[in-house]
């Protein structure tokens, strides 16, 4: 598409919905096209806005007459209807006229049925203003600061932190902000003003007078929709007409919840599984993080090697991990980053090719992954599985990084192993060595590090659960362009 293309897409898509508008009886005015949609309770009248990003963005309908339609979740801050929710982007289906306000109409049946079945989206952020202030202010559980005043204070990377209780002293450090935490309850109709929120909140705490005198000047603000609970963070003050206005900050929770809540829908039930990842290589040290990100609640790192600064490159580790036991480095920096226990991360300097090494790891662990690409050390864990009547995951890469190789060792019932790996046809040879007694370097990329990380953890995940992704693992072809599996 040539940008001229570009240009008659957009035009066309203009002409071709305002036609559709008048053939259903809208007439353009200064504010839009206003018509009627017929509804059950009876017609509404509506004005209809296409926005500067049309077709890319959805149009705005807001009733003429705003208040002729009741109040909800459902609408924006500035009283237009919320038709199009983040997830109902595909295909533009919004360009055709016809479609788009059989759309409306079914917007306003449901508000006729009072949103029965809604899905409660926490999100009362849309109801108020932005504050001008652009810090991101943080907090963790809040059960014991409920009906408290308190103390935020900045922390680095403009973030102001809630701290502590207490009430406003009289000398404060100038950066500390001071608020109460209070709550809504549940919420029907959101509030979009000091009104709305005041005749939600306990009048006896005298919030409006503490406001007058500068005493709050933030409020966080609980609130249920249905069985779930929501967090909002406002900045509240006295304006010069008497008023109190009301705009809302950046906000977050800090709390392992909400830092979880991203991992997956398994992350829960894969925070009492352990797991041992054996080569803490690059492939294994990705692996290690990911399965913490995956919601892996105890790891044991094996390996009795140390970072060199060539394997930074591909590594999940920085240069503060040069000289470090491979084991300590992934350990020190999966801990700080994902704030961890100590005792979550184990770290063993040990040699994998001791045989007490295998058969601890596999007895003590869930599963036992296996990222080293040495063919001993592989072979003795498949032994020990064997023995002992478990399964391990082995994974490597192949071909100077064209092939990604998982094996469930031994395969699981019902499976055959996975034949040898075949070497593509565009695999290259290194053309890069280390000095002193060793092989080639592999040119493997990083990013095929990471694909193979990534597709291990899904297999590791599967085991975990009892939904092998496969009975026996996976052979991929990287540079193949269909991406075929064997």
Known sequence: MSLTDFSDFV???IQHFEEGLIRAGFTEGDKGWKGYVEHPTGPTLVAISLPAYFPFKPPQVVPVHRESVPWSWHRELNGALCLVAEDDHEDLWWREASVFLEHVRAWFESSDDGWRGDRPDLDLERYFHSSQDERLYLYGDLDEYRGAFVRFVQTPNNVMTLKSKGPRPAKAAKRDRFGFVADLGGIDVPPRNWDDLLARID?????????RAFSVEILVLTYKRGDHEGTIVVEVWPTTDGRIEVRRLRSGADTRIARSARSGPHSAEL???SVAVVGLGALGSFLADMLVRAGVGKLTLIDDDVVMPGNLIRHLVGPK????PKVDAVQSHIISKHRLAADQVDARRQNALASHVALDAI???DLVINATADFAVTALLHAAA???NRHVLSTALQNNGNTFRIDVLPPLVGGAPIPESATPENAQNSDYYDAGCGGPISPTTPHAVVETAA??????VGLLLGE???????VRHLTRRSGATE
């Open 363 to 365: 007895k003590d662990h």
């Open 271 to 273: 925070s009492t599984r």
């Open 468 to 474: 092998p992704v496969h009975l026996s693992g996976e």
């Open 386 to 388: 064997t023995a002992l």
């Open 203 to 211: 009048v006896a705490l005298n919030l409006e007078k503490k406001i």
């Open 11 to 13: 035009a066309h898509s």
């Open 321 to 324: 991990g040069v000289g470090q």
């Open 455 to 460: 597709a291990t953890v899904r297999h590791a």
